[in-house]
C-alpha cells in the first residue's frame, strides 16, 4: 500500500491516525532514514521502520500521539539497550519523528447574516472546511459562499437531519432568532462535535438553557456551550466578531493550554447551579446580540 494514498483515505473517512518517520541514524539499524509507518486509528498499520520492539514502542507511542493530537520525538540507543536486539548487527542510534493525522476540522455555521459570512472567510484561511446552513435562499447561497464546501438552503430541521458532525466538528449558532438558535442547540449539544458556540446575550442564553432542560435535555448537555460565543477581544463589528469565534476555534482545535478571555459566561458558570438573570443582563456587547446582524 501506499502510505500517502492511506493517509488521504483517512482523512476522507473522518478518521485518525500517526505517522512514524525516521529522520535521523547514526551507526547501523535495521531501517533507513525516512522510513515510515502509518499507524491507523484501529491499530491497523501501513509500512515499518524495522520491525522488532521499536516498532512496538513507536505504534504505542503513535497511539497516544493521535489521542493527543501533538507530535512526538524518541530516541533509541541499540547498541545500549539488550532488548531492541534484533538478532543483527546493529549498534546505531535512531530518531523518529510522530505526527498526527487528524481529519479536517468542518465548520457548521447555523446562519447566513453578515457575521456569518465573515466568520466563513476567517475561518476557511485558518483551515477549516465549511458548511453553511441557513433557511433563505436569498441568504444561502453561492454568491455570498462562494468557496464554502457546502451552502445548504433549507428548514434547519431538514438540514439537521442529514448532518452528523464528528468529534473533529465544530458548530456555531448564528442565526436571526432565538426560536432558530433553540432549535439548532438542542441538536448541536448532543451530536459528538467538539465544540458548540452560540451568540448571544447572558439572559437570552439563560432562558434557551432553562427552556430545553424543562424539555428533558440534562444539564451537562450545555456546559460544554460557548455562549457567548467567541474570545473577548472587545469586537464590535460582525468582521471583528468572526476573528473572536475564529479565535476560539483554533484554540478548542489546538488545545490551548494557557488561560485565554473567554466570552462564555457558561464555562466558568454551570447553567443549573446559577440564579435568574437580573436586569443588567440584558445589556450585551455587539459580540453578544441575539440573532444575526442582517
Not at 186 to 197: D, E, I, K, N, P
Amino acid at each position: 500500500m501506499d502510505i500517502y494514498e492511506e493517509i488521504v483515505k483517512l482523512r476522507q473517512q473522518a478518521r485518525r491516525g500517526a505517522v512514524a518517520t525516521i529522520v535521523n541514524v547514526r551507526g547501523s539499524i535495521p531501517s533507513f532514514k525516512t522510513a515510515k509507518m502509518l499507524v491507523r486509528d484501529d491499530g491497523s498499520i501501513v509500512g515499518t521502520i524495522g520491525g522488532g520492539c521499536v516498532e512496538a514502542e513507536v505504534w504505542q507511542a503513535a497511539r497516544e500521539v493521535m489521542e493527543s493530537e501533538k507530535p512526538r520525538n524518541l530516541t533509541f540507543n541499540l547498541n545500549q539497550d539488550p532488548k531492541y536486539d534484533t538478532g543483527l548487527v546493529c549498534g546505531g542510534t535512531l530518531d523518529i519523528f510522530i505526527e498526527p493525522v487528524l481529519p479536517p476540522a468542518l465548520l457548521y455555521i447555523f446562519g447566513a447574516g453578515h457575521v456569518s459570512v465573515n466568520l466563513y472567510k476567517v475561518a476557511q484561511n485558518a483551515g477549516f472546511d465549511v458548511i453553511v446552513v441557513d433557511d433563505r435562499d436569498a441568504y444561502a447561497n453561492r454568491d455570498r459562499f462562494p468557496h464554502a464546501n457546502e451552502v445548504m438552503a433549507e428548514d434547519f430541521d431538514q438540514a439537521m437531519a442529514r448532518l452528523t458532525p464528528n468529534e473533529s466538528s465544530y458548530i456555531v449558532i448564528v442565526t436571526r432568532g432565538h426560536r432558530d438558535d433553540m432549535r439548532v442547540l438542542r441538536w448541536a449539544v448532543q451530536t459528538r462535535a467538539r465544540y458548540v458556540g452560540m451568540i448571544g446575550s447572558k439572559r437570552k442564553t439563560i432562558a434557551i438553557f432553562k427552556e430545553l432542560q424543562r424539555e428533558g435535555l440534562p444539564a451537562q448537555r450545555f456546559e460544554r456551550v460557548h455562549a457567548p460565543v467567541g474570545l473577548d477581544i472587545g469586537a464590535v463589528t460582525p468582521e471583528e466578531i468572526a476573528v473572536s469565534i475564529t479565535a476560539e476555534l483554533i484554540a478548542v482545535r489546538r488545545h490551548a493550554e494557557r488561560a485565554l478571555p473567554h466570552m462564555s459566561w457558561f464555562l466558568s458558570h454551570k447553567p443549573h447551579s446559577e440564579p435568574g438573570p437580573s436586569a443588567s443582563d440584558d445589556v450585551a456587547s455587539p459580540a453578544e446580540t441575539s440573532g444575526e446582524q442582517e
